[in-house]
């Protein structure tokens, strides 16, 4: 009698409800996706559900032995997740803050910036600075999270002494130019190599005069670095060259600061194509850590050999030479590293300004890259080109899933995470691999869609949609009722001719 008085406004209600709710849940879980890389109900499952309900991973004491002969590669790929400083970086208040000035963006995250933090207290301090008054007040202006006070801080600072970090801290944040941070570069150099010279003497007399000749030899290195990048920025590449040489050659143990990579930036910018291998030769080697600046150079290099005369459809069918077949194989080997890269270098991808930490292998490393090193690539005629015939072919030789490399170790799968903290907002994040679609997407797309036709038929046919409601309900209950009143019968006969109890499956045989 229920189901007789239903009217067809009601299936319309039911199936339109339907249909908003899955809608909303699909636009939900979407969105999640889309910002976190995974499934709301899967995670909530996973983490939640699946704990109340006793879930064991039943895999894990399987695993326990095959870890330990993993532990190496899981090691690398730790490794390989570590966040760097942007050998590249720019200017904050010269360029970043420029850009921010003209567009109103942010270019530079709160986790990017707070690493910076950390670095220039590592670089900069050191623990007896609380025994010179203008050390002191440094290492607490590179606490600040103001730039107000950070500067306020170092001003007042100078006040007191010539101090190098001081000068720093200005030429980093305080300077709307290029040539007013090189002038104040040239201040902090002068200051900073009499703190040297005298820590120098002193270093063998304790650990905190130790402590405090490391400080200075990271300062000392730092302002020139700094000034050979002003010099690249203001025109002055050659120089720039001989600052970077004198100082790789001055300090030749501190690799922290990659000097090379600026090095190899600037000779490509002069086409001194014979010192920029002579560079590679150097740092690409296996028992050193990559980067894309090492891997795309070099695939570069090989390119330009070729790139002029290459043409796809000549190779196609001749074949390719061995030339050609090392620029590919070096295109490959690059594009393993950092699949991220080719996007940018054939412009298929808008470029931001780079953050000043990056990670290798990830997003941020490929845009830094591409930043500095795309001009270099339009000089070279046909390398684009041959970059663009050929980078795709990467992934055929790659086993997928990434559970091992071709040339490198896999392809670590904390890129996505970490780039997002590094990259602002308003930047689409390159993501590799692509994740496909959770389960639960599809499934309450298909259930969007279904409610959302039955409601548009019962809306546009509602006796005839009432009709097939009613006849499947009807056919439901019958079905239902035969296999109870079977069972019934069964059961009574059973009874009656008193035959033993026998499995289920043997009664209908029965």
């Known amino acids: 009698m229920f189901l007789n008085t239903l009217t067809p406004k009601f299936y319309v209600a039911l199936t339109g409800t339907s249909s908003l709710i899955s809608g909303l849940i699909l636009i939900f879980e979407w969105w999640y996706f889309r910002k976190y890389g995974t499934s709301f109900i899967e995670q909530v499952s996973v983490s939640h559900l699946r704990p109340l309900l006793g879930g064991v991973d039943n895999n894990s004491s399987n695993n326990s032995n095959s870890s330990n002969g993993d532990s190496d590669s899981n090691r690398q790929s730790v490794s390989e997740c570590k966040v760097w400083r942007n050998p590249l970086n720019l200017f904050r208040g010269a360029e970043y803050n420029r850009y921010t000035w ?29 025994l010179r008054p203008a050390d002191a007040i440094m290492q607490k202006a590179w606490r600040e999270r103001n730039p107000q006070a950070r500067i306020s801080a170092a001003h007042e600072a100078l006040e007191i002494n010539e101090c190098a970090t001081a000068y720093i801290l200005l030429a980093e944040e305080e300077a709307t130019t290029i040539a007013e941070a090189e002038k104040l570069f040239k201040q902090a150099l002068k200051a900073g190599d ?98 894309a600046t090492i891997c795309y150079t070099a695939a570069l290099l090989k390119a330009r050999a070729v790139s002029d005369k290459f043409s796809p459809e000549a190779a196609s069918r001749r074949g390719l030479s061995t030339a050609e077949m090392n620029a590919v194989e070096a295109i490959h080997r690059a594009v393993e590293f950092n699949p991220h890269v080719p996007k940018y270098l054939l412009e298929m991808k808008s470029l931001i ?17 591409a930043f500095f090193h795309l001009a270099h690539w339009k000089r070279v005629e046909g390398a684009l080109n041959l970059l663009h015939c050929t980078w795709e072919g990467t992934f055929r030789m790659i086993p997928y899933p990434l559970e091992k490399g071709h040339l490198f170790y896999p392809y670590p799968i904390c890129t996505e995470t970490a780039d997002r903290e590094l990259l602002p907002s308003f930047h689409e994040v390159s993501v590799y691999p692509k994740k496909e679609l959770p389960f639960f997407i599809l499934f309450t797309a298909g259930l969007c869609s279904f409610t959302a036709m039955l409601a548009l038929l019962t809306h546009q046919f509602p006796e005839l949609m009432g009709v097939f409601a009613k006849a499947m309900i009807d056919i439901f209950c019958s079905a239902e009722f035969r296999h109870w009143n079977c069972k019934s019968i069964f059961m009574r006969v059973e009874d009656e001719l008193e035959i033993p109890p026998a499995p289920q499956s043997q009664h209908f045989q029965n």
């Open 102 to 130: 003209v567009t109103g963006r942010e270019p530079l995250t709160y986790y990017d910036m707070n690493l910076s933090a950390q670095d220039h207290q590592t670089f900069f301090t050191c623990d007896s600075d609380h």
């Open 194 to 291: 009499g703190c040297y010279r005298r820590s120098q003497q002193l270093q063998h007399h304790g650990s905190q005069y130790e402590a405090q000749h490391r400080r200075d030899t990271n300062v000392l290195v730092y302002i020139k670095r700094r000034l050979a990048m002003c010099a690249r920025r203001l025109g002055r590449t050659r120089e720039a060259v001989k600052m970077m040489r004198d100082l790789m050659k001055e300090f030749p143990l501190l690799s922290m600061f990659n000097i090379h990579e600026n090095l190899l930036e600037a000779l490509l910018e002069l086409q001194a194509y014979a010192d920029v291998q002579a560079v590679l030769a150097k740092y690409d080697d296996i028992s050193l850590p990559k980067s």
């Open 353 to 369: 300004l780079p953050p000043e930490h990056i990670l290798k292998r990830g997003d941020s490393e490929a845009i830094a890259y």
